[in-house]
């Protein structure tokens, strides 16, 4: 039984899936099995190929059914004691196993360890660092209903939390699955630790800025839904009910200025200050300073189309555009440090 199981789900992604590969094999802690979930790729992932570079690693092969069905498909096969997750598309930073398994080898009542990321261009060149722990290195339950700060490749947990789940990764959706999980996550482990390192890369993809428009709205929606829907909820997340609500009103709306969708940004404003406006009215500038920043190279036009395009309830806000500016230059020269994940 080995220490850690690392489960990779791959489609078509050849290049990519062999840089993964390598960046695991190269940890420092060697005491891992990699799963490789083949989710229908054309042609298939040479099987005896792979093992053959790194007996370690097995590949199995699916029908294409997408990442929560190929995820769930590893977590079924894994025998490790921890539980580590890797996109086919990122990598390994060299001692992320090893800083990880080490804290939750020291920290019996700690079940879920995260961390930060680099990220970097297509080309693997780095851009910026994703630094979850500038807002606290304790992240709970109620905390991550406004965002897990949790990138799919940083985080590892017990294989035991896997009985308490009443589900693994919901195979209906295919947006927001890994935030759906991880925040059901916490639920049953009660917090996860974030140390203050970075443990792996997240490769952003040309000058998209996420995903917007109503059908990410209705997949991040859905997210919060079930997780309103667990039973025994903390007093406290039941009390910010509607603040959890109308922070992801303003996030879905600010994604849909970034794919040009301003009907539907306003009526996810709309909702949002109908919930909290002092909320929103606080929260507006910094938002739209995120996007703006994370993934384009010129925050004029996303800031300019979305000033242009607020709801009547926020048209004030216009007059503190300056103040968006000088929060993505802030976040510029901090080199993309942030607290909260868009991906």
Request: charged letters at 25%; a negative charge.
């Amino acid at each position: 039984m080995p220490a850690v199981s690392v489960i990779i789900p791959t489609r078509n992604r050849g290049a990519y899936l062999t840089e993964a590969l390598q960046s695991v094999c190269e940890q420092t802690f060697g005491d891992f099995e990699v799963i490789v979930v083949d989710d229908g790729s054309e042609p298939p992932v040479d099987a005896v190929g792979v093992a053959h570079a790194d007996p370690r690693i097995r590949v199995i092969r699916q029908t294409h059914a997408g990442r929560s069905a190929a995820r769930n498909r590893g977590l079924a096969q894994a025998t490790g004691r921890y539980l580590a997750f890797l996109d086919d598309d990122d990598t390994y930073l060299p001692n992320k196993l090893a800083d990880q398994v080490s804290f939750l080898e020291t920290h019996p009542g700690e079940s879920v360890v995260s961390a930060g990321a680099i990220y970097v261009d297509e080309q693997g060149r780095e851009l910026g660092e994703f630094s979850p722990w500038d807002q606290g290195t304790a992240l709970t339950f109620a905390d991550a209903l406004y965002g897990t700060r949790m990138i799919t490749s940083t985080v590892l947990f017990r294989h035991g939390l896997l009985d308490r789940m009443d589900e693994w990764f919901d195979p209906e959706m295919d947006l927001a699955e890994d935030g759906d999980f991880f925040l059901r996550l916490m639920y049953y482990a009660g917090q996860a630790t974030i140390l203050p390192i970075s443990v792996s890369t997240y490769r952003l993809r040309g000058n998209d800025c996420t995903g917007g428009g109503s059908r990410a709205s209705a997949a991040y929606r859905q997210v919060i839904d079930k997780a309103y829907r667990l039973p025994g909820l903390p007093e406290e997340s039941l009390r910010s009910r509607d603040r959890v609500y109308a922070h992801l009103y303003l996030v879905c709306g600010c994604r849909a200025y970034a794919v040009r969708d301003a009907e539907h940004a306003r009526e996810q404003l709309e909702a949002a200050v109908e919930l909290d406006a002092a909320y929103v009215e606080a929260e507006l500038p910094e938002t739209l300073a995120r996007f703006a920043g994370r993934r384009l190279n010129d925050p004029r036009p996303y800031v300019d189309y979305a000033m242009d395009n607020l709801p009547p309830a926020l048209t004030a806000m216009i007059s503190r555009k300056k103040e968006v500016y000088r929060a993505f230059l802030q976040r510029q020269a901090t080199s993309w440090k942030s607290a909260t994940h868009e991906g």
